[in-house]
């Protein structure tokens, strides 16, 4: 079993940042894929970020120089900086870990982007 951990989100004015966090831990095997997804009111869960064990990122084209996703191999721990939010950013961001042939999620954390 795996567990994820994510923290960080909020209430943020337009152009503004936040950073969420997220920690995994169990049964987590080298080689692991991890990232964010989101699922705003009235729409389908998307993928915003994703990075692998090695670096390499991945983003959903309307964040793309605006967030950041980073990784900590030895601690398990992904992050995502967003910059200039925007209102359509306001979303429950989802935690996500692909290994040992599974994906897993974490609970959500709200961010909401608004005046």
């Known amino acids: 079993q795996v567990q994820l951990e994510e923290s960080g989100g909020g209430l943020v004015q337009p152009g503004g940042s936040l950073r969420l966090s997220c920690v995994a831990s169990g049964n987590i095997l080298s080689g692991w894929f991890m990232g964010w997804d989101r699922q705003a009111p009235g729409k389908q869960r998307e993928m915003v970020a994703s990075?692998?064990?090695?670096?390499?990122?991945n983003y959903v084209d309307s964040v793309k120089g605006r967030f950041t996703i980073s990784g900590d191999n030895a601690k398990n721990t992904v992050y995502l900086e967003m910059n200039s939010l925007k209102p359509e950013d306001t979303a429950v961001y989802y935690c996500?870990?692909?290994?040992?042939?599974?994906?897993?999620w974490g609970q959500g954390t709200q961010v909401t982007v608004s005046s």
């Open positions: 996500r870990i692909f290994t040992g042939s599974r994906t897993y």
């Open positions: 990075i692998d064990s090695d670096g390499r990122t």
